[in-house]
């Protein structure tokens, strides 16, 4: 993707087949960042170097699916709470891990004042409550789990970008990857739909 001057939004997604959405103008960009943290980290270096460049700021909207087993299918979420979900985050590794928050703004917080209740989790794999790692992470509690949202949150912290995010649950941890590629079709378009309006009342 190659950003021009006029832009003022660029929505991140994992995935292009995520969300079914035209763009109306050359104001608004969508960017495919990959599946995972480090594909994400290193599409948003690159879209930084863009940003830079050009000396635009826009606003970076990150919009996709998530797993999540307090909530059904098709339940929309507007994550502020973003944490690891597979890294270790006890004794001494605490000393590199961030706790972060924030919708547009995103700042780090003490872990006392993080709510995981209310926390995006990433993980470099599709959560499975079945499986041997979900009963490491259980306790937690989180609202919901993604592969990508901590490290733009983190990366965005950093360079002091403005970040807001919709998400959209497509599983609720209990089936595979094939199980979310077949429900594609069916949120999609209703993501759409609510990131046209969303950027409206940001746009306002």
């Known amino acids: 993707m190659t950003l021009n001057k006029n832009i003022k939004t660029v929505i991140l997604v994992a995935n292009k087949n995520e969300l079914a959405f035209d763009t109306a103008d050359d104001s ?4 495919e960042i990959g599946v995972g943290k480090v594909n994400a980290a290193i599409a948003l270096s690159k879209l930084y170097q863009q940003i830079q460049a050009l000396e635009i ?11 999540s087993i307090k909530y059904p299918i098709e339940h929309v979420l507007y994550p502020t709470y973003f944490a690891q979900g597979d890294a270790y985050t006890e004794g001494f590794f605490l000393e590199n891990t961030k706790f972060l928050v924030g919708n547009g703004k995103i700042e780090s917080v003490e872990l006392e004042d993080f709510d995981y209740n209310k926390a995006l989790l990433t993980s470099d794999r599709f959560i499975n409550t079945t499986t041997a790692f ?22 965005c912290y950093q360079h002091q970008l403005p970040l807001y995010m919709i998400k959209i ?7 595979t990857v094939k199980d979310w590629e077949n429900i594609l079709n069916r949120i999609s378009g209703k993501l759409g739909n609510i990131v046209s309006n969303y950027l409206k009342e940001l746009q306002a």
């Open 28 to 31: 608004i960009a969508v960017y």
């Open 57 to 67: 700021k826009p606003i970076l909207l990150n919009v996709g699916t998530v797993g």
């Open 134 to 155: 979900y009963q490491d992470i259980k306790d937690l509690n989180a609202e919901a789990f993604d592969m990508e949202a901590y490290a733009l949150a983190d990366f």
């Open 169 to 175: 649950v497509s599983d609720n941890c209990d089936g």
